[in-house]
C-alpha cells in the first residue's frame, strides 16, 4: 500500500469512527423504591403466578433483587369465585386449582405491609398457533466463521371481525428472547397471518418454543409503551393495569398455545 | 366572527387609518426619488442600503429584499447619502421638484479611507431600526468562521447567536428562545424548506456559494411570515452576476463546490447555477470490509436561479433547489431523502411608490426506506404549493405601509409501506390535506424624531380537508370513532388574530430602547422526540383532534454602540407563553402510526431569559461574545402529576465567543468557543426484573440533565495573493495589477481540545452479564481536523 492511499484511507476512518462509545459512570437521581408485581393467569389449571419483588438504584450492581415474602394475594373471578394464591418460593404465589376461564374477567388483589394494590384483565379467546417455520438470517455485518443464524416465522389464523391482541414469546434452552414482542390485529385482521420474530436468533439444534399469547388490549397497550419506553423515544414507566401507589409491572390472564420446533439446517 | 372581535378590528382599523392619514392630510405638495441598489461589480442587489437625506436629520429609508427604495418627501434641494457597510458612500444631489428615478451601483471599498470617515457617521443601522430579535448574516462576513469538516454552513453560524441554541453535536437544527427545532420556518426564497439538513443533521442544505444573505427573526416578528411559533429564517439565493461570468468552487474534506453565474443578458439578465456533492462514498474502494464496499453515502445540491429585468418596473425571477441524501448498502438497504423547491417571482412597479412582489412556490420534502433484504419499502412526503402577494407602499417618509396575503394547499403523506414478500402486508396511511392562508397589513411609522414603531395585524386560518377517514379518541388515546369525509370537505377549521408590535425610542445616534409583542399560530406540527434533524420525521396538520399551537412574546430591549459604533452591544429579555404544545404518551410510537394522533397529549409551556451581545465590527479584530440566560417549562395534566417540568430544549446557560483576527492581509485567524447547560432527558432512577428481564425504572420525565457541553474551534484562512507586480509599460514602473484568479486554503480543526461531550446515553443489561447493568456514552466527534480550498475567478 503506497502512502498516499494509507493517508486517504486514515483520513477517511478518522470521519467514520471519529464518534466512540465508552462505559461511564453517571450519577443518577435515586427514587424511592418501586414494587413490582408480576401477575399472570393462563387458561389452563394451576397455570398461574405472582411474582412480588422491589427495585433498586440504576448503578447498584451488587447483590440481587429484593423479593417480598408474606403478602396476601387473592384473584376473583366475576362470577363470583375467590383464590387465595400461596406463597410456594421467595416472592412467588401460585393457586393449584384456578383455571381461567374464556370471557371471565379477574380481579387481582395484593396487600404488601398494608398497602394495596388491584388490578383487572379479562381471558380472550385462545387463538392457536397453527404451526411454525424457520429461514435463514441475511446479515450483511456478520462475519465469515459465525455460525448460521435463524429467523422463526409464527403461523396462525386472526379470527375475523374481533380484535385479537397477542404477545409472542419464543425461547430455547440456549438463548431468550430479547424484549417484548406484541401484536395488534389492526392490519392483519382475519388474516392467514405469517408473523416473523427478529427478537431472537436461533443457531442449527436448538429447540425453539414458542407461546402465542391471546392478550386483551389493557396489556397490549402495557407491553407495547413497555418495549418502546425502555430504548424509545419517550422513556418513562408505562401506564399498567395496576393500581396502588409506587407500582409497576402488570397483571394479565392470557390464553395460551404453544408449539416448538428442531432447527434444521436449510 | 364575534361582536366583541369585529369592534376590535374596526378600532384597529381605524387607528391605522388616523396614524397614516394624520401625516398625510396636513402635508404639502410631494415628490419621490426611487430605485434600485445593486453592486457593481457582479450586479448583485443589496438589501439594506441606508439612504439618508443630509438636510432632514433622522429621516431617510432602507431598500428592501429586492434592492428597492422609495422615499417621499415635500418638494425642495436635497442631498440623498446612501450608504452600505463595506462599500463605498455615495452622495446624490437633487432638486425633487418631480418624481426621480435613481438607479445606484455602489462599489466595494473597504480600504477607502474617505469613505470610514463617511460611513462611520451613517452606521447604527441596529440603533434606529424598529426591528429588534433579528440578526442578518452576510454570507461573506462569516466564511472564515471555523465549523465542523471545514463546510462553512449558515445554520451552524446562527447557533453562535443569542438566543439560538444547537440542537445538539454538529447538528443543524436549532431551538429559538426556548422554541422546539419544528417551530422554526426556514424559507429559501421565500419557499419553506421542510428538512434544512443533510447526512442525519450535520449539515445545512444551504450551500454557502449559492446564498446571499439571511436574516433570522426571533422576536417582533414581521406581519408577513407567520406559520411558526419560534422564529423564521429568510434565506436569500444569489440572483446570479448580470456584469461577467465568474465561477466559484470549493474542493472539502467531505464535500466539493462548483458555482457558474453571470450575465444572460448584460446589466438585464443573470443565471447562476451552484452544485455540490459530498464524497464519503469515494473511498469505500480502499477498504477490504465487504459491507463498506457495497456502502452508499453520500448527498449533492443544486441551487438554479435565473433573473430578467424586462423594464424599470417589471422583473421576473425563477428559482430552484434540489438535494438528496443517499445512504445503504447495494442491494440490501437503501435509504434517501431530500427537499425540492422552486420559486417563481415577479416584482413588479405600480408606480414609484408601490412595489409589488408575486410569487408562486412550490416545496417538497420526502424520503424513501428501501429493505430489499426483506422486500419491503417506506415512503413519506410533505408537499406544498403557495401564491404569495406583498405590496410595499412607500407611502411618505414618515409611514411605509405594506400589506398582502398568502394561501398554502399542503398535503401530508405520513407513510406508505409497500411489500412484496408476504410477511408484512401493505398498509397506507392516508393522505391529510390543509389549506392554510393568511392575510397581513403592517405599517412602519415614525412619530417624532425619537419615536418610532412597526404595528401590524395578520388573520390566518387553516381548514383541515377531506377526503379520508378521521379518529376521534378518548382520554387515553384509544379511537372511539371514525368519520368519512370526502374530497375538500371542511373537516376543522380555525382562525388565528395574530397582533404584531414593535417600538423604537432612539435616545441619541448609539442608543436606543426596544419593545415588542407578537402572537403566532403555527398549524403544521413535526412528529419528533429526536433533537432534531432525523429525516424519518413526518409533519402532521392542525386537525379535528390537534388544535393550533399559540405563542405570545414580549421583548424589552437595549442597545447600545460604542466607538464610533466599533462596538455594539445589546441586551434583551424575552417572555413567551405557549399554548396546545405537543408532548408525547410514555412509549409512544410517532412513526408510521395510523393513530398517532392518540399518543399526543397537549398543554402549556413557557419561555423566558436574557440574552446579551456585544460585537465589535470593525478593525483587524472583530467576533463577538454573546450569552443566554434562560428557562423554559411545560405543563401538561398527564405527564409528572401535572407540574410545571423543563422542556427537553430547556438550557440555563448558553455561551458562544466567535473571535477573528487578520495576522496579515492574506492569513485570518478565527475561532469559536461554545458552552452550554446539557438538555433535560429522562434517566432511569433505579431498574427492576419483569420477566426475568432487567427493565429501567423512570421518575419524572426531563428531571435529569445531560452533562455541560464546551467545545473549542479553530480555524485560519490563508488568502492568495490577489494581485502581481507588472511593469507599466508606460511609466516602466511596477505596479500592483489585480490577478482574476483568487483562491484560499481554509484549515480548521473542530473540538481542539478533544472532549468527548455526550451525544447519547444507553442504559442496559451488560452482555456478558445480563443481570448486571451498565451506562455507556456515545460522543459523535472528538478532534476533527479539515482543509478546504476555496477558489474564484
Known amino acids: ?266 | 366572527m364575534s361582536p366583541t372581535f369585529e369592534n376590535s378590528m374596526k378600532k384597529f382599523f381605524q387607528l391605522l387609518f388616523f396614524l397614516l392619514f394624520s401625516t398625510y392630510i396636513f402635508s404639502q405638495e410631494k415628490f419621490t426619488l426611487s430605485g434600485t441598489i445593486k453592486d457593481n461589480t457582479d450586479g448583485e442587489d443589496l438589501i439594506g442600503v441606508t439612504i439618508f437625506v443630509k438636510e432632514l436629520p433622522g429621516v431617510g429609508t432602507v431598500t428592501n429584499l429586492y434592492g428597492f427604495y422609495s422615499i417621499t418627501l415635500p418638494k425642495g434641494e436635497y442631498t440623498f447619502q446612501y450608504s452600505y457597510v463595506g462599500y463605498k458612500t455615495i452622495k446624490f444631489k437633487a432638486n425633487l421638484n418631480q418624481n426621480i428615478k435613481n438607479n445606484i451601483e455602489l462599489s466595494s471599498g473597504s480600504t477607502d479611507l474617505e469613505v470610514v470617515e463617511i460611513t462611520g457617521e451613517k452606521e447604527g443601522e441596529n440603533i434606529r431600526s424598529n426591528e429588534m430579535s433579528v440578526e442578518k448574516i452576510n454570507i461573506k462576513d462569516i466564511s472564515s468562521i471555523p465549523v465542523l469538516f471545514g463546510e462553512n454552513d449558515i445554520l451552524k453560524v446562527i447557533q453562535l447567536l443569542p438566543g439560538v441554541k444547537s440542537a445538539g453535536e454538529g447538528n443543524s437544527g436549532f431551538f429559538v428562545r426556548g422554541g422546539s427545532s419544528d417551530q422554526n420556518l426556514i424559507l429559501l426564497d421565500g419557499a419553506p424548506v421542510y428538512n434544512a439538513s443533510h447526512l442525519l443533521g450535520f449539515f445545512s442544505v444551504f450551500n454557502p456559494d449559492a446564498i446571499k444573505d439571511l436574516s433570522l427573526y426571533k422576536g417582533g416578528i414581521p406581519a408577513e411570515h407567520g406559520g411558526r411559533l419560534s422564529s423564521v429564517v429568510d434565506i436569500k439565493m444569489k440572483e446570479g452576476n448580470s456584469k461577467k461570468y465568474a465561477v466559484i468552487g470549493g474542493i472539502g474534506t467531505l464535500s466539493s463546490r462548483l458555482t457558474i453565474e453571470g450575465p444572460i443578458v448584460k446589466d438585464k439578465s443573470s443565471f447562476i447555477v451552484s452544485g455540490r456533492r459530498m464524497y464519503l462514498d469515494a473511498f469505500k474502494g480502499l477498504s477490504s470490509n465487504e459491507s463498506i464496499k457495497n456502502a452508499i453515502l453520500y448527498f449533492y445540491d443544486l441551487n438554479m436561479k435565473a433573473n430578467y429585468q424586462f423594464n424599470d418596473k417589471n422583473r421576473l425571477f425563477v428559482s430552484g433547489y434540489f438535494g438528496r441524501d443517499n445512504f445503504g448498502i447495494a442491494d440490501r438497504f437503501g435509504f434517501n431523502y431530500g427537499n425540492a423547491t422552486a420559486t417563481l417571482r415577479w416584482n413588479h412597479l405600480y408606480n414609484d411608490k408601490v412595489f409589488s412582489n408575486t410569487s408562486f412556490m412550490f416545496s417538497n420534502y420526502d424520503y424513501e426506506i428501501n429493505i430489499e433484504a426483506a422486500g419491503f419499502s417506506i415512503n413519506s412526503r410533505i408537499q406544498d404549493f403557495t401564491l404569495k402577494q406583498d405590496l410595499d407602499f412607500f407611502w411618505n417618509e414618515n409611514n411605509k405601509l405594506k400589506f398582502g396575503g398568502s394561501v398554502v394547499h399542503h398535503t401530508f403523506d405520513p407513510g406508505k409501506i409497500s411489500s412484496t414478500g408476504e410477511a408484512i402486508g401493505n398498509t397506507e396511511i392516508e393522505n391529510r390535506y390543509g389549506i392554510e392562508s393568511g392575510l397581513y397589513v403592517s405599517n412602519e411609522q415614525k412619530f417624532t424624531d425619537k419615536w418610532s414603531a412597526t404595528y401590524g395585524l395578520r388573520y390566518s386560518n387553516f381548514t383541515q380537508i377531506g377526503p379520508g377517514e378521521f379518529y376521534n379518541y378518548n382520554n387515553k388515546g384509544q379511537v372511539t370513532d371514525t368519520i368519512k369525509y370526502t374530497e375538500n370537505n371542511a373537516v376543522k377549521s380555525y382562525n388565528g388574530i395574530e397582533p404584531r408590535l414593535a417600538l423604537n425610542y432612539v435616545f441619541n445616534n448609539s442608543t436606543s430602547v426596544k419593545s415588542s409583542y407578537n402572537r403566532m399560530y403555527q398549524y403544521l406540527h413535526l412528529l419528533s422526540n429526536s433533537s432534531g434533524g432525523n429525516p424519518t420525521n413526518s409533519w402532521l396538520p392542525t386537525s379535528n383532534n390537534i388544535k393550533p399551537e399559540i405563542a405570545d412574546q414580549v421583548v424589552l430591549g437595549f442597545f447600545k454602540n460604542f466607538k464610533d459604533n466599533t462596538y455594539e452591544f445589546s441586551i434583551e429579555t424575552y417572555y413567551k407563553a405557549m399554548q396546545n404544545t405537543i408532548d408525547y404518551r410514555t412509549g409512544a410510537e410517532i412513526t408510521l402510526n395510523p393513530t398517532v394522533e392518540g399518543e399526543l397529549l397537549y398543554g402549556k409551556g413557557r419561555a423566558y431569559g436574557v440574552e446579551f451581545y456585544l460585537k465589535r465590527k470593525k478593525g483587524l479584530f472583530t467576533g463577538w461574545i454573546s450569552y443566554t440566560f434562560a428557562r423554559t417549562e411545560v405543563q401538561f395534566d398527564n405527564i409528572n402529576r401535572g407540574n410545571w417540568y423543563p422542556a427537553k430544549q430547556d438550557r440555563t446557560h448558553d455561551l458562544s465567543v466567535v473571535l477573528m483576527y487578520n495576522l496579515t492581509e492574506r492569513l485570518k485567524f478565527s475561532s469559536t468557543f461554545v458552552f452550554y447547560t446539557g438538555n433535560a432527558v429522562t434517566f432511569p432512577t433505579g431498574k427492576y426484573i419483569l420477566d426475568g428481564q432487567i427493565i429501567n425504572l423512570y421518575s419524572d420525565r426531563n428531571g435529569s440533565r445531560f452533562p455541560n457541553y464546551h467545545r473549542l474551534d479553530v480555524g485560519l484562512t490563508l488568502d492568495g495573493k490577489n494581485y502581481k507586480m507588472v511593469t507599466n509599460s508606460t511609466t516602466g514602473e511596477k505596479e500592483k495589477k489585480d490577478k482574476k484568479f483568487h483562491s484560499s486554503w481554509n484549515f480548521s480543526i473542530y473540538n481542539v481540545y478533544n472532549r468527548e461531550n455526550a451525544y447519547s446515553f444507553s442504559f442496559a443489561p451488560k452482555e456478558d452479564d445480563p443481570i448486571q447493568t451498565e451506562i455507556t456514552q456515545t460522543s459523535l466527534f472528538k478532534i476533527v481536523p479539515a482543509i478546504t480550498y476555496n477558489f474564484n475567478f
Not at chain 1, 469512527?17 to 387458561?43: G, H, R, W, Y
Not at chain 1, 379479562?122 to 462475519?143: A, Y
Not at chain 1, 434452552?173 to 424484549?179: E, F, I, L, M, N
Not at chain 1, 420474530?197 to 391471546?214: K, M
Open chain 1, 1 to 266: 500500500m503506497n502512502t498516499t492511499k494509507i493517508l486517504v484511507l486514515i483520513s477517511v476512518l478518522f470521519l467514520i469512527f471519529t464518534s466512540c462509545e465508552k462505559v461511564v459512570d453517571l450519577n443518577l437521581d435515586e427514587a424511592p423504591q418501586a414494587l413490582v408485581i408480576e401477575a399472570v393467569l393462563f387458561d389452563s389449571i394451576g397455570d398461574n403466578y405472582v411474582i412480588i419483588s422491589k427495585s433498586k438504584p440504576f448503578n447498584e450492581n451488587i447483590g440481587s433483587f429484593e423479593t417480598i415474602s408474606g403478602a396476601s394475594v387473592v384473584i376473583v373471578d366475576n362470577v363470583g369465585n375467590s383464590y387465595v394464591l400461596n406463597e410456594v418460593a421467595d416472592g412467588i404465589y401460585n393457586n393449584l386449582s384456578l383455571k381461567g376461564i374464556t370471557g371471565r374477567t379477574y380481579t387481582l388483589s395484593v396487600n404488601v405491609d398494608g398497602k394495596s394494590v388491584t388490578a383487572q384483565s379479562t381471558m380472550q379467546p385462545r387463538v392457536n398457533l397453527d404451526s411454525l417455520s424457520h429461514e435463514k438470517q441475511d446479515n450483511p455485518f456478520s462475519g465469515a466463521d459465525e455460525p448460521d443464524s435463524y429467523r422463526i416465522f409464527n403461523h396462525f389464523y386472526d379470527t375475523p371481525n374481533f380484535s385479537n391482541y397477542y404477545r409472542i414469546k419464543a425461547y430455547s434452552r440456549r438463548v431468550q428472547q430479547k424484549g417484548v414482542l406484541v401484536l395488534s390485529d389492526d392490519l392483519i385482521d382475519g388474516d392467514n397471518v405469517v408473523f416473523p420474530n427478529f427478537q431472537i436468533e436461533f443457531e442449527e439444534g436448538d429447540t425453539a418454543i414458542v407461546q402465542l399469547l391471546s392478550i386483551d388490549e389493557e396489556n397490549f397497550r402495557y407491553f407495547h409503551a413497555l418495549s418502546s419506553s425502555q430504548e424509545g423515544e419517550v422513556p418513562g414507566n408505562p401506564e399498567t393495569n395496576l393500581e396502588g401507589e409506587n407500582v409497576v409491572g402488570y397483571f394479565g390472564a392470557y390464553a395460551k398455545s404453544q408449539k416448538s420446533i428442531v432447527i434444521t439446517p436449510l
